[in-house]
């Protein structure tokens, strides 16, 4: 097996793009998909605020670092879930990311910020753990950047992500989801832009960036997760890759620029449909946001 690039010993095969790669040509390829995402959907400009929203795990961590060598300004925001062991492990990771490449870490802790986490806070809601969990770091993510004066948000969503959303979306039509499926989301109404810088890399690209580049990242999956119907469409998808390599590639990206714009107009009317949240100013169909609810409904019970 030797690189594309230069015809040395490679280190790992990307069947997707039929090629394989020693260590430097390997990252520079991470690098080079990263630059092309934001450059082609306008995700970043050179002097912006940006703030990465990392889990702990390797995709995040492996976009924090992306970010950071190619000049950007960017710090990590870190949401304490109060998931048990699993919190604490990848806390730790972040933490220890932060501190090997002397970046700034804004961390916000659930149970103390807002008096409930995420196991407790989705029974006294009744939500699904995921559902809760979704729903109170968006709203984290937009505090925390409105709060800091970040430009921008990114998550850790790589191309395995993007596609398995795609493909529930697809399952059922949801046509108003299909048309918010963008890897950028404008800023607006005080609400921070929105990107996805690694939705042309898989998740094992990123997890070979991070023992190539020696970051520690937590391997479990969340607890909470297991059964999880996106995890079988992930499933489903490997499948489909294992005999035909490029097929996740082709079905996002062929989405993105052949179908996601004939969606867009359906969640814009859901959008204009929206109102403030009268209690924490998030747009909302009517009164107090989903989170707001939840969060009052957590305090009673945890309380009682
Ligand atoms: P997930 O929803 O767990 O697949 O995570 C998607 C993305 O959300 C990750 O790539 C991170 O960018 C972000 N994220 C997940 N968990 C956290 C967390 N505890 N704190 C901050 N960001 C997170
Ligand atoms: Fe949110 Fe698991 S990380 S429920
Ligand atoms: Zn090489
Ligand atoms: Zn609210």
Redesign the pocket.
Same mark, same amino acid.
């Given at each position: 097996m030797k690189c594309r690039v230069c015809r040395e010993p490679a280190i790992i095969d990307v069947r997707r793009q039929n090629a394989n790669y020693c260590t430097e040509h390997f990252l520079r390829m991470c690098r080079d998909q990263v630059t092309k995402a934001i450059e082609r959907h306008d995700m970043l400009s050179p002097g912006d605020a940006v703030l990465v929203a990392v889990?702990g795990g390797k995709d995040s961590l492996a976009l924090w670092d992306l970010l950071l060598d190619l000049g950007y300004r960017a710090d990590g925001l870190y949401i304490g879930?109060g998931?048990g062991e699993?919190s604490d492990a990848s806390g730790a990771c972040a933490r220890a990311f932060a501190e090997a490449r002397d970046a700034t870490l804004v961390e916000v802790d659930l149970r103390t910020r807002y008096g409930f986490d995420?196991p407790n806070g $989705?029974k006294a809601a009744r939500r699904a753990?995921?559902s809760?969990?979704?729903l109170?770091?968006r709203h984290v993510f937009d505090e925390a950047a409105r709060l800091g004066g970040y430009d921008v948000v990114v998550t850790g969503h790589n191309l395995d992500d993007e596609a398995a959303v795609l493909f529930g979306n697809v399952l059922r039509w949801q046509t108003e989801y299909l048309g918010r499926q963008q890897p950028v989301l404008p800023a607006r109404d005080g609400f921070p832009k929105k990107a996805k810088p690694l939705i042309r890399l898989g998740e094992r690209e990123m997890a070979a960036y991070c023992v190539v580049r020696g970051i520690d990242y937590i391997v479990e999956?969340?607890?909470? $997760?297991a059964g999880n119907r996106h995890l079988g469409y992930k499933e489903a998808l490997n499948q489909l890759e294992a005999t035909s390599p490029g097929t996740k590639f082709a079905f996002y990206h062929e989405f993105l620029d052949k179908a996601a714009e004939r969606f867009v107009g359906e969640a814009d009317d859901a959008r204009e449909a929206l109102v403030a949240c009268d209690s924490c100013g998030a747009p909302t169909p009517s009164g107090t946001c989903a989170f707001c609810r939840l969060t009052a409904r957590a305090q009673v019970e945890i309380r009682a």
């Open positions: 889990s879930l998931i699993y995420i $989705a753990p995921c809760a969990c979704g109170a770091k999956e969340c607890p909470m $997760a």
